[in-house]
């Protein structure tokens, strides 16, 4: 487990019943009639010392560090649906820290830090599996960008190996390497520590978790305005009233412009759709990540026994959560020949998520002009990964208000200074 961080008040200190083994044998008893609400459903009071605007992974994981970490309990989470049914429930789970610039391995790895350890500071089982993750090369020119890049990786103290096509079929003996096909192996690397969680977990655990310590988390309560008291925020109008707060903390993903025009702040952020799908269940076949940002295809295998597979983002805007048929189409077809046993598998869900896209493919952890009105977004094809790590910064920023040297890079201003930090190579998906 990570040492440094400040993990908070870990494993429910605010007096729920702990999950263990001997609950679960208690409740089954009780033929699992007397579980405890696993949050509350508490009415929004009229003021609050800070609002986090959206219940997905991020803003619970904020919510959450601002109660356990700086001691901020009287806040509330408002999410217009339920908790985790944007992104956080649409994504394919891959979890890694292997990006390219320092700015990138800093905050990722962070989160990947505090994965290692979240399911024990939750009190709540993510089935978080460090089984790697290993993207494969097609073609001599992406195998030497990729070996530049496992040495960048390598220098910021991250695990990365590069792997030739044989070393790859003895890892995935589901993968063809046979060189003749449209995507050949060339080769890959890997990152072990990577893996997957069960991403509607980590939206429950850390809702448990932060109504524990007393954040009111209020669904179905969709933000419509904000309310500006001259140059600094005063609260925000609901579909359920007037909610006042000083703070203000917007992560709504894919919605971030709506919010944004809200405040008249005009984000540098495209919304497109990302699609993924799961086959029927078989049994287990294989138990580690691939990714081909090539292809723009990622696989792995749900612990329920289905083939994960993701897909490219649509090159148009939209906020409809489906995407067009092209773009799984051809996935499929390069998936087939690299697997090949998927062709006798049948679809069994198919569906699409509105990411938020920002020009250099790294997100956006912001300050605004508006004081106390805080911007978290534009974590694209990939902020899954990066929840805890997201949550714990943004959290440190709205508390402060000021960034912590993880969180400094990531502000709005870079899109004056031209500070970018180009991550388009080392984004799963390319956008
Ligand atoms: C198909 C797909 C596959 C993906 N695969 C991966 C992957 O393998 N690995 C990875 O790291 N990332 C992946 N991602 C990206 C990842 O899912 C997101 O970056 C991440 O989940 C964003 O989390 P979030 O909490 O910011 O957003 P969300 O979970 O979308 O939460 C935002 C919430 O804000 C709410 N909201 C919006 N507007 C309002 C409003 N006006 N008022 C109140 N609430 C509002 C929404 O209802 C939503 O619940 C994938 C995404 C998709 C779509």
């Known amino acids: 487990m990570a040492q440094g961080i400040d993990r ?49 992974g991020h803003g619970l994981a904020t919510a959450y560090y601002l109660a356990s970490v700086h001691g901020m309990t009287n806040i509330a989470v408002v999410e217009k649906g339920w908790l985790g ?29 505090l994965w290692e350890g979240l399911t024990q500071d939750l009190n709540f089982n993510l089935m978080f599996s460090q089984r790697g993750v290993l993207t494969i090369a097609h073609s001599w020119g992406e195998l030497r960008e990729m070996s530049r890049r496992v040495h960048a990786i390598r220098l910021n103290g991250i695990d990365s190996d590069v792997l030739t096509p044989e070393e790859i079929k003895e890892k995935v003996p589901l993968i063809n390497i046979d060189q003749s096909i449209r995507y050949p192996v060339m080769g890959g690397f890997l990152q072990k520590r990577g893996g997957t969680a069960r991403h509607d977990a980590v ?66 952020i495209a919304s497109r759709p990302l699609q993924a799908l799961v086959s029927e ?76 896209t920002c020009p250099d493919a790294s997100p956006i952890i912001s300050k605004t002009d508006v004081k106390g009105l805080y911007f978290n977004c534009g974590w694209g094809t990939g902020g899954f990964k990066a929840t805890p790590g997201s949550g714990h910064v943004f959290a440190d920023l709205i508390a402060n208000d000021r960034p912590n040297n993880i969180a400094a890079p990531y502000a709005l201003d870079r899109f004056q200074t031209g500070l970018l930090i180009d991550e388009h190579g080392a984004a799963g998906v390319a956008h």
């Open 203 to 268: 939206a429950w655990g850390y809702a448990r978790a932060a109504d524990d310590l007393g954040v009111d988390i209020i669904q179905n309560c969709e933000v419509t305005g904000m309310i500006r008291n001259g140059g600094a925020i005063a609260g925000v109008e609901t579909t359920r009233g007037t909610i006042k707060a000083k703070k203000v903390g917007v992560v709504v993903a894919g919605h971030c412009s709506v919010l944004g025009e809200m405040a008249d702040i005009r984000l540098p």
């Open 281 to 356: 269940p078989i049994k287990p076949e294989l138990d580690t990540v691939i990714m081909s940002n090539a292809v723009h295809m990622y696989i792995s295998q749900s612990d329920k026994g289905e083939m994960v597979l993701g897909a490219g983002v649509d090159k148009y805007n939209s906020y409809a959560q489906r995407g067009s048929f092209p773009v799984p189409e051809h996935m499929i077809a390069a998936a087939v020949e690299l697997f090949p046993i998927l062709s006798r598998l049948r679809m069994l869900r198919h569906w699409g998520g509105i990411v938020d």
């Open 85 to 113: 049914g944007g992104n956080t429930g649409r994504n394919t789970t891959i979890i890694r820290s292997n990006y390219m610039w320092d700015e990138s391995a800093a905050i990722y790895d962070h989160a990947l830090k």
């Open 8 to 56: 908070g008040r870990t494993g429910l200190p605010g007096g729920k019943p702990k999950y263990s083994i001997f609950s679960l044998a208690r409740n089954a008893a009780s033929y699992h009639q007397d579980w405890q609400r696993a949050w509350r459903a508490p009415e929004p009071k009229k003021e609050y010392d800070a609002i986090i605007i959206g219940g997905g």
